[in-house]
């Protein structure tokens, strides 16, 4: 059986060392050995330790269509020539293993068609939280189950970040530059601290959870760059943590339980520091699933790093190449489904809310008449302070989302608030 | 594609239940519908609400062996009649899927011989840790892997005990009276509490994980009716908490990569509260897998109960339906690696051990110099109280068990020890 490989960098050297040091292993599992056939880079005279040089090759479009290839190892990232490499790929006839989170929440539609109709395999474990194995478990561990919901926390870099607020009280700058000298943030860290890594692994996740069609592009998305020491502290009076989750859930409709939407979104929010989710420290990962009759599960461990992504791709391709040679592809993802995506203003939720006030009598009964004018429902409210400093925090029952903002609106218009100071979506069992 | 359901208890009717109001979704994922054949029980007459009556036979000989079945799915437990009713399935080229952990920890070598032999799938997800899917990925996603260490909270009835007396400084037997009284302990407790149902479930971990056979003869196994609430006191001291864990560890060898051994173990030990299986509350499993790439992951969920359990029953389901309609069937366990289990006194640990001791000069270098006698080097020592309630605490660093025994041995013979008064291993990281 013989495997191409396309990009080299830190996790496609993990993958060649893994295929030569465990080969063995993997042969005697498999049935028969794996071969590396060759390696797709654009720059060959890179060092690249551990690497056999003379599998080197910059010809990636020869490489996916050669007789003599198997299975297709893609660890490039972004969307082109990685979409086409993998098109053309299955057209030949190859299986094709992708770690390719930003390519599958954009375009997997096209990807999943092609190896429906060449009868390839596609299988992106490697995809979300790293070595975490979370969709194998979601595709067939859960397959003869009901999905209500995924919770995860997806992002380490925010995580760590965040972290490192709730830690050391720290600052988002502060611990943004902590993040990037340690090398767990990068240079330009948009892609994590906007959320748009954690909106694509949503999209993937939903679609596998649901049976649906989701795309990154339907992904509510809220970064983590507004969240303020101040945000980090309410939660800690609040017995919360924030954190940047990953929200997948099923809107269930009055009548079907097939449910009339999916909610996929991605923001921090507060969570009890009970919740298993509120211990996932530094930059790990973990995923919380809601099922019907399998209850609570809880997947957790590295989400990112060579090795561990390495060993998800080995993962799927132990599996696909048991696939290959028995001449059976595995399943084909199915979006039979077809749930629509809710607009955020839909999706039921609870705030937490932070507000200075004027110190005068009737302070509380305006700003709770504010929230019953949005038919918002009051789960708590705390005066804090006196004077110049005082201070209201309200935390809701859930509501739509539509009407929490509404309210908010309805409260910065008061004359008696004089700021609204945070404003925190709470997750985790009321 | 049709199914027979051996047993039709409180597993049984939940994947009665499933398989009749999830028959759309299977159908669309298997590729074909799903139909029940037959369901054999001892007593027909029993009421069994949504359990068509039609379906029902005592003769499970005749059931497994029917033309018009392709899948076996066996809830019975316990050793006989299950063991014969398998084989014969399989020999009928059925494929079956199980929840048997006692059988298949102590005769997994026959069954997995005979799925080999007929070319049948044997699938066991729920044998271990209900609905948390671990078996999978251990066997698939983590299968280009090295994995290191299974480290498991895997009965549910002992956490709920151990969590009870951390939580309220219960003692065990209040604990265990109050998890009687609330269903989560049974009448008869032994099988948890003395740590048999964990071992079984570690003799099937460690198959998998090491790919060498082991049967729950093999484990060493103590339970928790000796832990005392001086011990998790003293714990609590450590900033650690006690829980039965079930530990499958591959020792390394000198030279080669592989180990010299596997040790498999069950017993209380400390864990720091720092590490992830000691937020694991009431009745919940989790199971911690540290591999070589993949690094430290975790897997928590609902350890038993009807509904989880039924989940992965489907999950296997699913699996091996479409392996019998695409006519090949899955991997068979293998136990290539074939490491011996090596005998606890060689397996290395550390021990917490509280001692009271006479009141008199030179009595710290009495106890230090017995644990030196036996090559075992002490990380902490602290003195608590004075006079006749002097007490020493002392942890040790990693020592072989035999060292470690043997030195108990030697303090309980000194003259300035007047007790012995608790002795605990501890785990998690130095």
Do not use: W
Not at 209 to 236: C, L, M, N, Q, Y
Not at 282 to 303: C, D, K, T
Request: proline share 4%; hydrophobic share 45%; with cysteine.
């Amino acid at each position: 059986m013989r495997v191409a490989l396309l990009g080299c960098g830190v996790v496609g050297t993990e993958v060649v060392r893994l295929l030569i040091e465990q080969a063995d292993d993997l042969a005697a599992r498999v049935g028969t050995p794996l071969e590396l056939a060759g390696i797709a880079v654009r720059r060959p005279d890179r060092v690249r330790s551990g690497v056999p040089k003379e599998l080197l090759t910059t010809d990636a479009q020869a490489l996916v269509t050669r007789d003599d290839v198997d299975i297709v190892i893609e660890v490039i990232g972004g969307i082109e020539p990685a979409r086409t490499l993998m098109l053309e790929a299955m057209k030949s006839g190859k299986s094709v293993i992708t770690a390719n989170k930003a390519l599958l929440a954009e375009d997997g539609a096209t990807l999943f068609a092609a190896a429906r109709e060449y009868g390839a395999d596609l299988y992106y474990e490697a995809s979300v939280a790293g070595a975490i194995p979370l969709l194998r478990p979601l595709r067939d561990s859960l397959v003869g189950d009901h999905v209500h919901r995924v919770l995860g926390i997806v992002n380490g870099t925010t995580n760590y970040i965040l972290d490192q607020m709730d830690t050391h009280g720290a600052g988002f700058n502060d611990a943004l530059e902590e993040a990037q000298s340690l090398g767990y943030a990068e240079a330009d860290p948009t892609a994590d601290v906007e959320g748009f890594d954690a909106a694509a692994k949503a999209a993937i996740l939903a679609q596998l959870a649901f049976h649906t069609p989701v795309t990154a592009a339907d992904v509510h998305r809220e970064g983590i760059t507004e969240v303020s020491a101040a945000d980090v502290a309410g939660a800690k009076g609040m017995d919360c943590v924030v954190k940047l989750l990953a929200i997948c859930e099923r809107i269930p409709s009055a009548d079907g339980r097939n449910g009339r939407g999916v909610s996929v979104r991605v923001y921090p929010a507060m969570i009890p520091r009970s919740h298993p989710l509120a211990s996932v420290r530094e930059a790990y990962n973990a995923v919380f699933v809601e099922a019907e009759s399998a209850g609570s599960l809880m997947f957790y461990g590295a989400g990112a790093g060579g090795a561990p992504t390495a060993s998800a791709i080995l993962g799927d391709l132990v599996a696909v190449a048991r696939n290959v040679a028995g001449g059976t592809p595995g399943p084909v993802e199915v979006t039979y489904a077809k749930l629509p995506v809710l607009p955020m203003g839909e999706t039921v939720t609870r705030y937490y809310i932070q507000v200075d006030v004027t110190d005068e009598a009737g302070v509380l009964a305006t700003v709770a008449e504010e929230f019953a004018r949005h038919g918002v429902s009051i789960q708590a409210v705390r005066q804090v302070g006196l004077g110049e400093e005082a201070q209201l925090v309200v935390v809701t029952h859930r509501a739509p989302d539509a009407a929490l903002t509404a309210t908010m609106e309805g409260l910065r218009g008061l004359e008696i608030v004089r700021a609204v100071t945070s404003v925190m979506r709470v997750e985790g069992d009321e």
